[in-house]
């Protein structure tokens, strides 16, 4: 797309959004609140469900293009021994997310460069094209967030077919992005004008890079041998928390599930952190220890992902260090790398 | 020690004798007999009878000595039965029988020395006033309870001041010695002994402590019955030691666990008879002349009680009429068992028989619901019965037994006439049900095999594997599995010797292969397994590095002893270890089975 | 916080003396930096790191979950900071042979609870004051009488309701389980070096989180933890699906405590439930 | 080393839905207790024509039900009509193989990865190194040489397993041993020969230094458990051959085949595709995770 | 027809799937018997033989559940008669702890029974397997596992 189109909205855009594109039968996954408290995108039929302030969503996007568990293949053996492949994919609905943050959206960039990397991930990508993402810039960041360290912004636009600017409940400027972005404007009608000529986005939020990945980078060129990687490991659980919850985090297992004569292949999450993920059957394991693990995660992201895409796997949502049960704190690993 | 051994002649033959025995010691090795009354062997001897003298001839003082008292001396000549031996015991002889003219034993030498009627004043004693009874208590039973008292003509053996002897433990030794049985301690004693009843007679008749327990018994040799032994109760007696010349008796010596490792078990635990006495209306236990089927076995039996003669219990008159009831408990739902004794028809065939060799005139009557006689000749044996008219056979039940004058009647259903039938008999013969041994189900539960519902042991496969149990190495023979008669015990009997011996032939046992293996990669040792197997076959397994230091103890499952339950394999959380054939891959393939 | 403050120096001032004295090659216990909401387990190798220890009710974790890693077992002896809570723990440990009691030095807080609000489990905490340590700091504690009813309250509260309500309770809990595995990795008692999800031959529980294999690896959870469990309720606190997993295994706990008069973790040598039986055990419901 | 930066937008994206092609087993050959070869054709007609693959790649093979487990293509490129995979029954799926009959039909994806460098080799000498079941991608490329023998040099084999029992392609292994324009030696583990072994006796690197084979212009292509590799380039880097000039194939555990499931790779290298194939001077620069 | 009659008609048609792990010594031999004295029993029951009912792991049942079973049945020997001595006494520990937690989950512990049946006790088995066949009849399809997969993730 050549140059930014720019719309304006009313503070109650959202939950006109919703409303609009649930009435045209098109799916919507809106921010909700669940019982526990928690913020998170799901799938909404009304704008009543939808909740308005919040500083980023429990869940980051790539559970909606790589599920935590999904059906690759259907089989079925006959009496004669012979097999019956399926499902016949069903075309995919038109979905819609509205909502998410500039960060989460960005890291749909990682996911695409490793699913369409030579080989185009079938069912990913069908996911990936149905869907538009409408994101929201963010104007607080929490005391976690560190996009601005790894190459993002709070109002980054990076994979968001809309960016929308100035909050969920207030009068809104939409930067409108691609194709899809066009078509969904076209979608909500009225409820949108285009903004006056010569409008300017907001200044952009500040927030203080809090590390440098190059620095970082070098260090990790030359330290995969480290004390650093045991005594910064010692706390770690070897749990999955810390991937699960990442956006750009994409490893996956296959397993069959079958019963006597059908069943299926599934597709379902899988994480570095687990001790049996690189055991090879012969009972030789590549990755022994938590240290190694640990290693890997940190190498993966900002080594490995920036020498072959070019770019490092992290948005700096600080998902993992909110959530991982024992304090391991990827930021505070980070600055420890990059002050040695 | 060194022996010193001492030769004398007794009646011109040479003989050897060690220092410190008696002539009497001397001349029993060269078989020469010298009468004895005072001595028994267990006894220190007194040489008060003089019924023993012997003369002496040579080597010393000429002169008629006891025998039994009298040592050997080197170059000692003896003669046992010379004339002027025979004048002395004649002598003698005739004093005791004036003495004890009612002791056998005098009368029967008296007779032998050719004494005659004595002029002396009678008295009618049969104590000789020998002594042994009195030696025998103080000396060896060390309890004193009887003396010589008064003097003279008034001398008698007694207890002090012929009180009832509370010091008398009434163990019988001075009866047992006593030459004329003169003495019975049941006469004074405060405490007497209990009878002990004989088991194998089914009480019929008693025994003492020390006893053979049946005829056949094997080994055939004496046991002694501590609860009834009074060298076990009061530490007194100890007279079958002091009498055993094999020196077999030791009191010392305890009961022994004795722990065989062995390759095979057959049990043959065998039956017992149904407790008739559940049934009142029969009688049994009540009236004395109702007996159950054993007991009238042991009855007939020339070995029994009253060596093959039958008496009736209550007054020991011969029963002219006898009615034998068949199925006491058997095939009775209510109170009984459901299941036929199979074998109490053939055995009261066989006792109206036996009966009738007793008893010519007998008249026998036998109640039945059903003469099974399945088996070869049983039939033919039972037709016998019937034809020869050995019994009265009547198919019913009896409702009733009850004495009526000196009687019983007996009173039942003749279902084939269709009344009511009362015989008068003089004794009435139950044949009660078959059950397994009591304890047999403790037993069973050590062995790890299993019973029925009434208790009889199972077989693995009831066609197919008959005598083995579903343990391997435990075999099973005769009534302890279902009731049966000699034939098929011993049939069954012979089937499981040979599989146990089939068993321990080989060098190397081959055994199911259902153990349990452990993974040891994913094995925690925890050690969990240990707690729960039943067997002990899980151990500690070290394992080492190079350098032999220790880096994990891990469970390890000892082949011989798994015997592959898989309670182990359960609690493994880790699901460490697999019993092979069982394997979770194979349970699971099982499992998905069913969804097909 | 006075009273915490106290505690984190005499518990400083014993690490830094087993330190010193070469007891122990570490000491396991809390630290924590400003605006954490938790204290974070920390690994102190020399005396003079012992500044970095902490003790206040922010110390939820049970470090006792680090007890059986190779990678600590390799510095040597090991100190470990241990609540009342967490000994249970130990306990079951040394029970298990997973550690030996000559190679952990355990130090006690006498702790009065965590959490702020306090954690439900602390309220019926029945040891305040860790028996059995070899160091123990902090002042005694009056230890309130704890009724048997009061255990088991969250069990109980979902035991109240129907069965169609359970599942249905259960069916939107479970659902959500991204199986990530917190749970098991933050147990102490989950140490095995292959769990059973992990083994392939069988499956017996499916590896996809959806809500059969959820179901099926809670379940064995659940039943792998009876008669082990201590309560810590780290697992609860880690899930970051918020599924109430104490409620789980506190019916179990409930379970062999009414069943067998069983209680996990209150003595190194007892027997656990499933590794022993009685013959008096109920037969109820039994055909 | 050269890292490739895959650009997405340049090249032709080949669609994967990760739906297998059916194959049918046509032959199971027993090679050793746990090791079974598997010959495979397609089910489908235009499937077997358009299928193409290099020396050294893999593929995904699978028994439904079961799962996917990865392979080596073991029969050579040459001989079009089948594809062939040797099997040594390790875990799931390889067990389940190990159940399947001659008829049945199992899964196939691939092929995948790169392959042994056949241009580079053309005019040298060929020094192929294997281990245990470690001959499969070997047998693969010595089969593809074989068959284009004029291309080549002189041709080594040194084979070698634990015991005679583990041997795999018995039948193979004496007919490259009677051919004329093939240099073999087999050997076995001490311990491991019988009575009738005529072969050699000893580990393959020790064998190695004994054959003397001369580096000029060799290329040396080795395959088999890592610590056999290892020692085999200490031996190699000893009788002066140039690990430039030396390749091997590594097995790290892989789900998808193509770069997505992310757990094969080492340091920036993924298995599935940059390798299997390496050369060896490269993977002594990797970081040692394989 | 009406929809209830349809229901019921179409219930009495289905039969349900009973699997039954059977300790090898007492119930299987129990279940042997009845099939030697020609006891009958309703063909719903599908057996797997076990070592011994301590064999049977809580995980066969929910398998055996989450592969279509309508009911499970486990059975061995009587308390004391364990071929294994206490074989027995470990399962009924384990198992009725299970259903006990099967139950807190709100799954039907109808579902799932536990019985001692003894080598001897054949008209036992013939009549609690009549027993339960027609519980499980009664009861109707489990749906419980069967519509586990309907909520799945996305
Ligand atoms: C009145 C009567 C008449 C009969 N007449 C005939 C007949 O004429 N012909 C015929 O064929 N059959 C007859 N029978 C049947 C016959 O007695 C049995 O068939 C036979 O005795 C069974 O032999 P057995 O060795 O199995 O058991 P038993 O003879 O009962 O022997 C079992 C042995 O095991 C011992 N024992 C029990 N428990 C234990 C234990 N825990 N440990 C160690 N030892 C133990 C017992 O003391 C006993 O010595 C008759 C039975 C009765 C009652
Ligand atoms: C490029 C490539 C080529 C290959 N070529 C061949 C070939 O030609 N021939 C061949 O036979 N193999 C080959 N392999 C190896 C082969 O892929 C594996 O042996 C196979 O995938 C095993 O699959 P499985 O399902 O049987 O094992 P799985 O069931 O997946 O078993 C392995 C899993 O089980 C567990 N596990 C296994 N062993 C242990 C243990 N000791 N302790 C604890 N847990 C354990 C682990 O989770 C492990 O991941 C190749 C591998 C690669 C990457
Ligand atoms: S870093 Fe934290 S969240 Fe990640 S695996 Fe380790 S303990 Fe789990
Ligand atoms: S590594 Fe952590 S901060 Fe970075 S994207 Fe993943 S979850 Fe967010
Ligand atoms: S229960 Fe399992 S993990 Fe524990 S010692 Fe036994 S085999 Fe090993
Ligand atoms: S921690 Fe929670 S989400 Fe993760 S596996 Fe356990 S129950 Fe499931
Ligand atoms: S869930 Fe069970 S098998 Fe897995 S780690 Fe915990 S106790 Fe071990
Ligand atoms: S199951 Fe949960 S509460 Fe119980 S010991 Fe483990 S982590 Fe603690």
Redesign the pocket.
Same mark, same amino acid.
Not at chain 2, 11 to 17: G, I, P, S, Y
Not at chain 2, 310 to 335: H, N
């Given at each position: 797309m050549g140059e930014q189109k720019l719309y304006q909205a009313s503070a109650n855009w959202l939950k006109s959004a919703v409303d609009a594109l649930c009435a045209a039968g098109i799916e919507v996954l809106a921010p909700t609140q669940s019982e526990s408290g928690k913020v998170d995108l799901a799938r909404v039929t009304s704008s009543e469900q939808v909740i308005q302030s919040y500083p980023n969503t429990a869940f980051p996007l790539k559970r909606l293009f790589l599920p935590m568990s999904e059906v690759l293949l259907e089989y079925e053996k006959g009496e004669e021994g012979d097999v019956e492949l399926g499902p016949k994919s069903a075309p995919a609905k038109e979905l819609v997310i509205l909502g998410c943050r500039p960060c989460d959206a960005a890291a749909l960039e990682m996911l695409d460069k490793v699913f369409q990397w030579d080989y185009s991930d079938v069912p990913y990508q069908e996911k990936r094209d149905r869907t538009t993402v409408v994101s929201l810039a963010c104007s607080e960041p929490s005391p976690e967030c560190f996009c601005t360290s790894v190459g993002g912004s709070p109002q980054g636009s990076e994979q968001s077919d809309v960016l929308v600017f100035g909050g969920a409940n207030s009068a809104a400027l939409m930067q409108i992005n691609t194709a899809k972005g066009e078509k969904f404007i076209e979608r909500l009608a009225d409820t949108v004008t285009p903004a006056p000529e010569g409008t300017k986005l907001p200044e952009p939020t500040e927030l203080e890079q809090k590390f440098d990945p190059q620095k970082v980078k070098g260090w990790l060129d030359e330290n995969f041998e480290s004390n650093f990687w045991v005594e910064n +490991?010692l %706390? /770690?659980? %070897? /749990?999955?928390? #810390? +991937?699960y919850l990442c956006p750009t985090c994409h490893c996956f297992d296959i397993v069959d599930e079958a019963s006597w004569n059908r069943g299926q292949r599934r597709r379902n999450w899988d &994480?570095c +952190?687990f001790a049996l993920f690189t055991l090879h059957a012969s009972g030789h394991n590549p990755r022994p220890d $938590?240290a190694a693990r640990?290693r890997q995660?940190l190498m993966h992201k900002f080594k490995v992902f920036p020498e072959r895409f070019g770019r490092v796997a992290c948005v700096g949502c600080g998902r #993992?260090l909110k959530?991982? *049960?024992?304090g $391991?704190n990827?930021l505070a690993d980070l600055a420890d790398i990059e002050s040695r | 020690m060194t022996e010193e051994t001492i030769k004398l002649t007794i009646d011109n033959q040479e003989v050897e004798a060690e220092a410190g025995q008696t002539i009497l010691d001397a001349a029993k090795t060269l078989g020469i007999e010298i009468p004895t009354l005072c001595y028994h062997p267990a006894v220190p001897s007194a040489g008060a009878c003089r019924i023993c003298v012997v003369e002496i001839t040579a080597g010393a003082r000429g002169a008629l000595v006891p025998a039994c008292a009298y040592p050997v001396q080197e170059g000692l000549g003896i003669q046992s039965n010379s004339e002027r031996v025979r004048q002395s015991r004649k002598m003698t002889l005739q004093l005791l029988l004036a003495r004890s003219p009612g002791a056998k034993i005098i009368r029967e030498m008296a007779k032998e020395y050719g004494c005659e009627e004595l002029r002396l004043e009678r008295k009618d004693d049969d104590c000789i006033m020998c002594g042994l009874c009195v030696r025998v208590c103080q000396q060896i039973i060390g309890t004193a309870a009887v003396c010589f008292a008064g003097r003279g003509p008034d001398r008698e053996v007694s207890t002090p001041y012929k009180l009832l002897s509370d010091v008398c433990i009434g163990c019988g030794a001075c009866a047992f010695v006593c030459p004329t049985e003169a003495i019975d301690p049941a006469e004074f004693c405060s405490n007497p002994l209990e009878k002990i009843a004989n088991e194998f007679n089914c009480g019929l008749d008693n025994r003492t402590p020390v006893h053979i327990p049946f005829p056949q018994a094997v080994p055939n040799k004496p046991v002694i019955d501590r609860e009834n032994c009074i060298r076990f109760q009061t530490g007194g007696c100890g007279a079958c030691q002091s009498v055993c010349p094999a020196e077999a008796i030791d009191y010392d010596m305890e009961d022994k666990t004795v722990q065989e490792d062995v390759g095979a078990i057959i049990v043959a635990t065998g039956y017992k008879l149904f407790d008739t006495e559940v049934f009142e209306e029969y009688g049994y236990g009540r009236y004395p002349d109702v007996v159950t089927s054993l007991e009238f076995e042991r009855m007939v039996s020339a070995s029994g009680p009253t060596d093959g003669q039958l008496y009736r219990p209550s007054d020991g008159k011969e029963p002219k009429t006898i009615v034998f009831l068949q199925c006491i408990g058997s095939r009775r739902e209510k109170g009984g068992v459901p299941y036929c004794s199979k074998i109490c028809c053939m055995y009261t065939a066989k006792h109206t028989i036996l009966y009738k060799h007793k008893v010519h005139d007998g008249q026998a009557f036998v109640f039945y619901m059903d003469v099974r006689s399945g088996g070869k000749n049983y039939e033919q044996f039972v037709r016998r019965v019937l034809t020869e008219k050995m019994a009265t056979y009547l198919r019913g039940r009896v409702s009733k037994v009850f004495p009526r004058n000196g009687q019983l009647v007996v009173r039942g259903a003749d279902t084939l006439s269709g009344g009511q039938v009362e015989i008068t008999a003089d004794m009435v013969v139950l044949a009660p049900a078959i059950q397994p041994s009591p304890g047999v189900q403790d037993l069973a539960q050590k062995l790890r095999i299993g019973y029925d519902q009434h208790g009889f042991l199972l077989e693995a496969h009831p066609k197919l594997r008959p005598v083995e149990t579903n343990t391997a190495g435990v075999f099973l023979a005769g009534a302890c599995h279902s009731p049966q008669d000699i034939p098929d015990c011993v049939a069954q009997a012979s089937a499981a010797a040979s599989k146990a011996l089939g068993l321990v032939s080989h060098k190397q046992l081959t055994r199911e292969p259902t153990i349990g293996v452990v993974n040891e990669l994913s094995c925690n040792g925890c050690f969990e397994c240990e707690n729960v197997c039943a067997y002990g076959a899980i151990e500690h397994k070290e394992l080492r590095d190079r350098e032999g230091d220790l880096t994990a103890t891990l469970a390890h499952i000892n082949e011989g002893l798994c015997q592959g339950c898989g309670a182990c394999a359960v609690t493994c959380r880790s699901k460490s270890i697999e019993v092979q054939g069982y394997r979770d891959d194979q349970m699971f393939a099982a499992i998905n089975a069913i969804s097909r | 916080m006075s009273a915490n403050g106290t505690i984190t120096q005499t518990l400083r001032e014993a690490a830094a003396q087993v330190l010193s004295e070469e007891k122990v090659g570490v000491v396991i216990g809390y630290g924590r930096d400003d605006g954490q909401e938790f204290s974070t387990p920390v690994f102190l190798r020399k005396a003079e790191e012992v500044k970095r220890l902490v003790f206040d009710d922010l110390c939820f974790g049970n470090l006792a979950v680090y007890l059986p890693r190779p990678e600590i077992r390799k510095m040597g002896k090991t100190g470990i900071v241990v609540k009342g809570c967490d000994l249970r723990a130990v306990n079951v440990l040394l029970r298990e042979n997973v550690i030996k009691r000559e190679d952990v030095l355990l130090i006690g807080v006498r702790c009065g609870g965590v959490g702020q609000p306090q954690l439900p489990k602390c309220s019926v905490c029945e040891l305040h004051d860790p028996g059995g340590c070899d160091v123990v700091v902090g002042e005694a504690i009056e230890q309130q009488e704890v009724k048997a009813e009061q255990r088991y309250t969250e069990a109980g509260k979902i035991e109240a309701k129907p069965a169609e309500h359970r599942w249905e309770f259960w069916q939107k809990q479970l659902s959500k389980c991204i199986r &990530?595995y *917190?749970c098991r $990795?933050v147990c102490p008692l989950c140490y095995c070096k292959r769990c059973i999800i992990e083994k392939s031959t069988p499956q017996w529980v499916q590896t996809s989180p959806h809500l059969r294999g959820n179901l099926a690896w809670n379940v064995t959870r659940a039943l792998h933890l009876t008669g082990r469990c201590v309560g810590c309720g780290e697992c609860e606190r880690v899930c970051p699906m918020d599924i109430p997993l104490g409620a789980i295994n506190q019916k179990m706990a409930k379970v062999v405590d009414e069943r067998f008069g069983f209680r996990s973790g209150f003595s190194a040598q007892e027997e656990a439930p499933f590794t022993t039986f009685s013959t008096e055990d109920s037969e109820e419901g039994i055909l | 080393m050269a890292t490739k930066n895959t650009s997405t937008a340049d090249q032709a994206l080949i669609p994967l839905d990760y739906k297998p092609s059916k194959m049918r087993i046509e032959r199971i050959t027993e090679e050793t207790s746990d090791t079974k070869t598997f010959r495979l054709n397609f089910c489908d007609a235009d499937e077997a024509q358009r299928f193409e693959f290099r020396a050294g790649q893999f593929g995904l093979y699978s028994v439904f039900g079961a799962g996917e487990a990865t392979f080596c293509i073991a029969s050579s490129p040459t001989r079009k009509e089948y594809i062939e995979c040797s099997v040594k029954r390790m875990g799931k799926v390889t067990a389940e193989l190990h159940q399947c009959n001659e008829g049945d039909i199992i899964g196939f994806r691939g092929p995948y990865g790169n392959s042994f460098p056949m241009e580079q080799m053309e005019g040298k000498n060929l020094l192929f190194i294997g281990g245990g079941i470690g001959l499969a991608p070997l047998r693969s490329l010595i089969w593809n040489c074989l068959d284009l023998r004029e291309q080549f040099a002189e041709m080594t084999i040194l084979y070698g397993a634990r015991t005679e029992a583990d041997l795999v392609y018995k039948e193979e292994l004496k007919t490259w041993q009677q051919m004329q324009d093939v240099r073999t030696a087999y050997t076995v583990d001490p311990g491991g020969e019988t009575p009738e072994w005529k072969g050699e006796v000893g580990f393959v690197p020790q064998i190695l230094e004994k054959m003397k084979p001369s580096p000029k212009n060799t290329i040396v292509i080795t395959c088999g458990p890592p610590i056999m590799i290892k020692f085999v380039l200490v031996s190699l880097t000893g009788l002066d051959f140039s690990l430039e000039s030396a390749y091997t194939t590594l097995e790290n555990r892989m789900k998808c085949g193509v770069g997505k499931c992310g757990r094969c790779n080492v340091g920036n290298q993924y298995v599935c595709k940059d390798g299997p194939v390496f050369r060896c001077s490269d993977l002594q620069n990797l970081p040692q995770e394989f | 027809m009406s929809e209830e009659k349809q229901n019921q008609s179409e219930k009495s048609q289905w039969q349900p799937r009973i699997v039954a792990f059977l300790c090898n010594w007492c119930s299987y031999a129990g279940a042997d018997l009845a099939g030697m004295s020609r006891r009958g029993y309703p063909a719903a029951i599908k057996v797997i033989r076990v070592p011994c009912s301590g064999k049977v792991d809580p995980m066969f049942v929910l398998k055996s559940f989450e592969r279509g079973a309508d009911m499970v049945l486990v059975s061995g020997c009587h308390p004391g008669d364990c071929h294994y001595t206490s074989g027995n006494y470990h399962a009924r520990r384990k198992l009725l702890a299970f259903r006990e937690l099967l139950d807190f989950f709100g799954i039907d512990q109808r579902r799932f029974k536990i019985s001692w049946v003894s080598a001897a006790e054949g008209a036992k088995w013939s009549s609690l397997v009549k027993e339960i066949t027609a519980e499980a009849q009664a009861l109707g399809p489990f749906k419980t596992f069967a519509t586990m997969l309907q909520g799945e993730p996305s």
């Amino acid at each position: 797309m050549g140059e930014q189109k720019l719309y304006q909205a009313s503070a109650n855009w959202l939950k006109s959004a919703v409303d609009a594109l649930c009435a045209a039968g098109i799916e919507v996954l809106a921010p909700t609140q669940s019982e526990s408290g928690k913020v998170d995108l799901a799938r909404v039929t009304s704008s009543e469900q939808v909740i308005q302030s919040y500083p980023n969503t429990a869940f980051p996007l790539k559970r909606l293009f790589l599920p935590m568990s999904e059906v690759l293949l259907e089989y079925e053996k006959g009496e004669e021994g012979d097999v019956e492949l399926g499902p016949k994919s069903a075309p995919a609905k038109e979905l819609v997310i509205l909502g998410c943050r500039p960060c989460d959206a960005a890291a749909l960039e990682m996911l695409d460069k490793v699913f369409q990397w030579d080989y185009s991930d079938v069912p990913y990508q069908e996911k990936r094209d149905r869907t538009t993402v409408v994101s929201l810039a963010c104007s607080e960041p929490s005391p976690e967030c560190f996009c601005t360290s790894v190459g993002g912004s709070p109002q980054g636009s990076e994979q968001s077919d809309v960016l929308v600017f100035g909050g969920a409940n207030s009068a809104a400027l939409m930067q409108i992005n691609t194709a899809k972005g066009e078509k969904f404007i076209e979608r909500l009608a009225d409820t949108v004008t285009p903004a006056p000529e010569g409008t300017k986005l907001p200044e952009p939020t500040e927030l203080e890079q809090k590390f440098d990945p190059q620095k970082v980078k070098g260090w990790l060129d030359e330290n995969f041998e480290s004390n650093f990687w045991v005594e910064n +490991s010692l %706390g /770690c659980l %070897g /749990c999955g928390t #810390c +991937s699960y919850l990442c956006p750009t985090c994409h490893c996956f297992d296959i397993v069959d599930e079958a019963s006597w004569n059908r069943g299926q292949r599934r597709r379902n999450w899988d &994480c570095c +952190s687990f001790a049996l993920f690189t055991l090879h059957a012969s009972g030789h394991n590549p990755r022994p220890d $938590q240290a190694a693990r640990y290693r890997q995660r940190l190498m993966h992201k900002f080594k490995v992902f920036p020498e072959r895409f070019g770019r490092v796997a992290c948005v700096g949502c600080g998902r #993992c260090l909110k959530n991982c *049960a024992v304090g $391991q704190n990827l930021l505070a690993d980070l600055a420890d790398i990059e002050s040695r | 020690m060194t022996e010193e051994t001492i030769k004398l002649t007794i009646d011109n033959q040479e003989v050897e004798a060690e220092a410190g025995q008696t002539i009497l010691d001397a001349a029993k090795t060269l078989g020469i007999e010298i009468p004895t009354l005072c001595y028994h062997p267990a006894v220190p001897s007194a040489g008060a009878c003089r019924i023993c003298v012997v003369e002496i001839t040579a080597g010393a003082r000429g002169a008629l000595v006891p025998a039994c008292a009298y040592p050997v001396q080197e170059g000692l000549g003896i003669q046992s039965n010379s004339e002027r031996v025979r004048q002395s015991r004649k002598m003698t002889l005739q004093l005791l029988l004036a003495r004890s003219p009612g002791a056998k034993i005098i009368r029967e030498m008296a007779k032998e020395y050719g004494c005659e009627e004595l002029r002396l004043e009678r008295k009618d004693d049969d104590c000789i006033m020998c002594g042994l009874c009195v030696r025998v208590c103080q000396q060896i039973i060390g309890t004193a309870a009887v003396c010589f008292a008064g003097r003279g003509p008034d001398r008698e053996v007694s207890t002090p001041y012929k009180l009832l002897s509370d010091v008398c433990i009434g163990c019988g030794a001075c009866a047992f010695v006593c030459p004329t049985e003169a003495i019975d301690p049941a006469e004074f004693c405060s405490n007497p002994l209990e009878k002990i009843a004989n088991e194998f007679n089914c009480g019929l008749d008693n025994r003492t402590p020390v006893h053979i327990p049946f005829p056949q018994a094997v080994p055939n040799k004496p046991v002694i019955d501590r609860e009834n032994c009074i060298r076990f109760q009061t530490g007194g007696c100890g007279a079958c030691q002091s009498v055993c010349p094999a020196e077999a008796i030791d009191y010392d010596m305890e009961d022994k666990t004795v722990q065989e490792d062995v390759g095979a078990i057959i049990v043959a635990t065998g039956y017992k008879l149904f407790d008739t006495e559940v049934f009142e209306e029969y009688g049994y236990g009540r009236y004395p002349d109702v007996v159950t089927s054993l007991e009238f076995e042991r009855m007939v039996s020339a070995s029994g009680p009253t060596d093959g003669q039958l008496y009736r219990p209550s007054d020991g008159k011969e029963p002219k009429t006898i009615v034998f009831l068949q199925c006491i408990g058997s095939r009775r739902e209510k109170g009984g068992v459901p299941y036929c004794s199979k074998i109490c028809c053939m055995y009261t065939a066989k006792h109206t028989i036996l009966y009738k060799h007793k008893v010519h005139d007998g008249q026998a009557f036998v109640f039945y619901m059903d003469v099974r006689s399945g088996g070869k000749n049983y039939e033919q044996f039972v037709r016998r019965v019937l034809t020869e008219k050995m019994a009265t056979y009547l198919r019913g039940r009896v409702s009733k037994v009850f004495p009526r004058n000196g009687q019983l009647v007996v009173r039942g259903a003749d279902t084939l006439s269709g009344g009511q039938v009362e015989i008068t008999a003089d004794m009435v013969v139950l044949a009660p049900a078959i059950q397994p041994s009591p304890g047999v189900q403790d037993l069973a539960q050590k062995l790890r095999i299993g019973y029925d519902q009434h208790g009889f042991l199972l077989e693995a496969h009831p066609k197919l594997r008959p005598v083995e149990t579903n343990t391997a190495g435990v075999f099973l023979a005769g009534a302890c599995h279902s009731p049966q008669d000699i034939p098929d015990c011993v049939a069954q009997a012979s089937a499981a010797a040979s599989k146990a011996l089939g068993l321990v032939s080989h060098k190397q046992l081959t055994r199911e292969p259902t153990i349990g293996v452990v993974n040891e990669l994913s094995c925690n040792g925890c050690f969990e397994c240990e707690n729960v197997c039943a067997y002990g076959a899980i151990e500690h397994k070290e394992l080492r590095d190079r350098e032999g230091d220790l880096t994990a103890t891990l469970a390890h499952i000892n082949e011989g002893l798994c015997q592959g339950c898989g309670a182990c394999a359960v609690t493994c959380r880790s699901k460490s270890i697999e019993v092979q054939g069982y394997r979770d891959d194979q349970m699971f393939a099982a499992i998905n089975a069913i969804s097909r | 916080m006075s009273a915490n403050g106290t505690i984190t120096q005499t518990l400083r001032e014993a690490a830094a003396q087993v330190l010193s004295e070469e007891k122990v090659g570490v000491v396991i216990g809390y630290g924590r930096d400003d605006g954490q909401e938790f204290s974070t387990p920390v690994f102190l190798r020399k005396a003079e790191e012992v500044k970095r220890l902490v003790f206040d009710d922010l110390c939820f974790g049970n470090l006792a979950v680090y007890l059986p890693r190779p990678e600590i077992r390799k510095m040597g002896k090991t100190g470990i900071v241990v609540k009342g809570c967490d000994l249970r723990a130990v306990n079951v440990l040394l029970r298990e042979n997973v550690i030996k009691r000559e190679d952990v030095l355990l130090i006690g807080v006498r702790c009065g609870g965590v959490g702020q609000p306090q954690l439900p489990k602390c309220s019926v905490c029945e040891l305040h004051d860790p028996g059995g340590c070899d160091v123990v700091v902090g002042e005694a504690i009056e230890q309130q009488e704890v009724k048997a009813e009061q255990r088991y309250t969250e069990a109980g509260k979902i035991e109240a309701k129907p069965a169609e309500h359970r599942w249905e309770f259960w069916q939107k809990q479970l659902s959500k389980c991204i199986r &990530c595995y *917190a749970c098991r $990795q933050v147990c102490p008692l989950c140490y095995c070096k292959r769990c059973i999800i992990e083994k392939s031959t069988p499956q017996w529980v499916q590896t996809s989180p959806h809500l059969r294999g959820n179901l099926a690896w809670n379940v064995t959870r659940a039943l792998h933890l009876t008669g082990r469990c201590v309560g810590c309720g780290e697992c609860e606190r880690v899930c970051p699906m918020d599924i109430p997993l104490g409620a789980i295994n506190q019916k179990m706990a409930k379970v062999v405590d009414e069943r067998f008069g069983f209680r996990s973790g209150f003595s190194a040598q007892e027997e656990a439930p499933f590794t022993t039986f009685s013959t008096e055990d109920s037969e109820e419901g039994i055909l | 080393m050269a890292t490739k930066n895959t650009s997405t937008a340049d090249q032709a994206l080949i669609p994967l839905d990760y739906k297998p092609s059916k194959m049918r087993i046509e032959r199971i050959t027993e090679e050793t207790s746990d090791t079974k070869t598997f010959r495979l054709n397609f089910c489908d007609a235009d499937e077997a024509q358009r299928f193409e693959f290099r020396a050294g790649q893999f593929g995904l093979y699978s028994v439904f039900g079961a799962g996917e487990a990865t392979f080596c293509i073991a029969s050579s490129p040459t001989r079009k009509e089948y594809i062939e995979c040797s099997v040594k029954r390790m875990g799931k799926v390889t067990a389940e193989l190990h159940q399947c009959n001659e008829g049945d039909i199992i899964g196939f994806r691939g092929p995948y990865g790169n392959s042994f460098p056949m241009e580079q080799m053309e005019g040298k000498n060929l020094l192929f190194i294997g281990g245990g079941i470690g001959l499969a991608p070997l047998r693969s490329l010595i089969w593809n040489c074989l068959d284009l023998r004029e291309q080549f040099a002189e041709m080594t084999i040194l084979y070698g397993a634990r015991t005679e029992a583990d041997l795999v392609y018995k039948e193979e292994l004496k007919t490259w041993q009677q051919m004329q324009d093939v240099r073999t030696a087999y050997t076995v583990d001490p311990g491991g020969e019988t009575p009738e072994w005529k072969g050699e006796v000893g580990f393959v690197p020790q064998i190695l230094e004994k054959m003397k084979p001369s580096p000029k212009n060799t290329i040396v292509i080795t395959c088999g458990p890592p610590i056999m590799i290892k020692f085999v380039l200490v031996s190699l880097t000893g009788l002066d051959f140039s690990l430039e000039s030396a390749y091997t194939t590594l097995e790290n555990r892989m789900k998808c085949g193509v770069g997505k499931c992310g757990r094969c790779n080492v340091g920036n290298q993924y298995v599935c595709k940059d390798g299997p194939v390496f050369r060896c001077s490269d993977l002594q620069n990797l970081p040692q995770e394989f | 027809m009406s929809e209830e009659k349809q229901n019921q008609s179409e219930k009495s048609q289905w039969q349900p799937r009973i699997v039954a792990f059977l300790c090898n010594w007492c119930s299987y031999a129990g279940a042997d018997l009845a099939g030697m004295s020609r006891r009958g029993y309703p063909a719903a029951i599908k057996v797997i033989r076990v070592p011994c009912s301590g064999k049977v792991d809580p995980m066969f049942v929910l398998k055996s559940f989450e592969r279509g079973a309508d009911m499970v049945l486990v059975s061995g020997c009587h308390p004391g008669d364990c071929h294994y001595t206490s074989g027995n006494y470990h399962a009924r520990r384990k198992l009725l702890a299970f259903r006990e937690l099967l139950d807190f989950f709100g799954i039907d512990q109808r579902r799932f029974k536990i019985s001692w049946v003894s080598a001897a006790e054949g008209a036992k088995w013939s009549s609690l397997v009549k027993e339960i066949t027609a519980e499980a009849q009664a009861l109707g399809p489990f749906k419980t596992f069967a519509t586990m997969l309907q909520g799945e993730p996305s």
